[in-house]
């Protein structure tokens, strides 16, 4: 099987960005193995804080960000990180070439309950002018990653990763600690049956989102004249791994109950990755109102629509946009 460092080699990703991408991997293994301890580790349940969301932390979420954190730091390839468990930007190293920003542990709910888990991480090149704790230099449409992926850690600890030149799965070997390539080029299938969405939110949506979702419900009985099955694991990294293994759409739609707030996912750490693996898998990542990797960010932490996953079907749900 090929190793990670011969498909970033094929893919033409320079060395400084493959170092990067070793090294961040390694935090990775290193939170696989403090994930898999569980309740031995003593690294189950919350800790008495909140982050910016006003979300209360995990212990895991916040070891998972320390351990990232760090390990970046340290490495002398990141300028700067930003990170869903920091209020503000981390400045790291002034050579640094890359800026990285990820969401340390994506479905903290299931954290406690020995479910699916993982790291989303963008990687964007850093500006030669920028002071390494200026916020605005991750103020970058999502066009501009040079690599994105996610690692999940589930009954075995996979990557799914992008450089650009196609999506790729690996598949961590615990016996000797190298994640192999061991499905290149994902194509997510144009065509699905299977949606992903918190629906006890319906209520809340705009019009578009209810009616399309009415539609799915409706099956071989409503105007898509097939039926539709539901999954929803409550974390984005396990709903969207599955729609890129087998298709699906996914979406976590804008909410009327807070207009000030355009959805729950977090664009630079959450939405945009996610649309960069789909995009080069063949699907597409929308917010209803355009491509995902088009949104100018306006902060670090802002937040987006996202509707993403097979072709045809996220181009039906855009219909009940227009
Ligand atoms: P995080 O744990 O990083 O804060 O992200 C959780 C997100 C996302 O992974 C998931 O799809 C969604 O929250 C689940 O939301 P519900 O609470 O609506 O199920
Ligand atoms: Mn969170
Ligand atoms: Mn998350
Ligand atoms: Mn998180």
Not at 42 to 65: F, H, M, P
Not at 218 to 247: Q, T, Y
Request: charged residues 20%; contains cysteine.
């Amino acid at each position: 099987m090929k190793r990670l460092n011969t498909q970033l080699q094929e893919d033409g990703c320079p060395l400084e960005l493959i170092l990067l991408i070793r090294t961040l991997l390694a935090a990775c293994k290193e939170i696989s193995f403090r994930v898999s301890q569980g309740a031995l580790a003593g690294v189950l349940g919350s800790t008495l804080s909140d982050n910016v969301q006003g979300e209360r932390q995990k212990k895991l979420d916040v070891i998972a960000n320390h351990i990232l954190r760090d390990i970046l730091s340290e490495s002398g390839y990141v300028k700067a990180v930003s990170s869903e468990e920091e209020d503000n930007v981390i400045g790291c190293h002034p050579d640094g070439k890359y800026l990285v920003s990820f969401d340390p542990l994506d479905g903290s709910s299931n954290t406690d309950v020995n479910s699916l888990i993982g790291t989303i991480f963008s990687i964007m090149h850093a500006p030669q002018w920028m002071e390494p704790d200026d916020p605005s230099a991750f103020l970058q449409p999502g066009t501009q990653q040079v690599a994105a992926g996610y690692v999940l850690y589930g009954p075995s600890t996979m990557l799914a990763m992008t450089t650009g030149r196609g999506t790729h799965l690996y598949t961590l070997d615990k016996t000797h600690g190298g994640f192999l390539v061991t499905k290149a080029n994902v194509q997510v299938p144009e065509q699905t049956n299977e949606f992903a969405i918190n629906s006890s939110n319906q209520r809340h949506w705009e019009e578009p989102m209810q009616s399309y979702v009415t539609d799915l419900i409706a099956g071989s009985e409503g105007p898509r004249k097939k039926d539709f099955n539901m999954r929803w694991v409550a974390a984005m990294v396990g709903d969207i791994h599955r729609v890129l293994c087998r298709g699906g759409i996914f979406a976590y739609p804008f909410d009327k109950r807070n207009p000030a707030i355009p959805g729950k996912l977090r664009l630079q750490y959450e939405a945009n990755p996610m649309a960069f693996l789909m995009e080069q898998a063949g699907g597409l990542a929308d917010t209803g109102h355009g491509r995902i990797m088009e949104v100018m960010p306006t902060e670090i932490h802002q937040r987006v629509p996202v509707l993403l996953g097979s072709k045809d079907e996220v181009e039906t749900c855009l219909t009940y946009y227009r």
